[in-house]
């Protein structure tokens, strides 16, 4: 093949291009659920204490603590069936 004096950089970069190319790249989008952290406390200021406190009430039974939270993130990193459905 003739050099075409395009120089060591553009080789690199070349190479580089063509690694990005040949590279399978999986994105993996997840969302923990409402968790049960202080954001429940803001309700009573943003709606004043009563009805702040009859909503935290009501919705923190139905939240999930931060660690079941990861666990949606935990599974998408390591479950096999994201290998096997791309």
Do not use: C
Request: zero cysteines.
């Amino acid at each position: 093949m003739k050099d075409v004096g395009l120089g060591p950089t553009v080789y690199y970069a070349r190479s580089k291009l063509a690694n990005n190319l040949f590279t399978s790249i999986t994105a993996v989008a997840v969302h923990p659920g409402v968790g049960r952290t202080d954001q429940p406390g803001q309700m009573k200021e943003a709606y004043g204490a009563a009805l702040g406190t009859i909503m935290t009430s009501l919705t923190t039974p139905f939240m999930r603590t931060p660690e079941e939270g990861s666990l949606s993130t935990l599974r998408a990193a390591t479950s096999d069936e994201i290998e096997k459905n791309r």
